[in-house]
């Protein structure tokens, strides 16, 4: 089963959080060698549009750690509001699952640090 977080991000802040992803049987971390991690944002659970896509890494496969992050350009595209998310690992046999999901909160900013 999923963890649920909220993230709090602003416009144009470079976003990065890194997790561990742990076997639900044993709660032991979980070996992600081999494995694809991908996550999506969208405004709704009912639309088909993406708002945008997380970049996601394994950076310790032996210990289950999966960084996932947006850069600041990605985080500016982003209308303020409420958004949900989610994060999934695929197997090396293609066995897909859900690891992180939760909600996306994007305050407003007045710099356009993009401009710079």
Known sequence: MATFTEYNIDQ???FQS???V???LTNADLDLTNYEVMGQIKYSYYTDTVSETFDCSITDAQNGEITVALAS???ANLDPGQYVFD???ISPTAVKAKVLEGLLIVNPSVTN???S
Do not use: P
Request: proline fraction near 0%; charge should be negative.
């Open 22 to 24: 742990t076997s639900d």
């Open 113 to 115: 640090v993009n401009n």
């Open 73 to 75: 350009a990605n985080t």
């Open 12 to 14: 144009g802040q470079t």
């Open 18 to 20: 890194t997790l561990t």
């Open 87 to 89: 994060i999934f690992t």
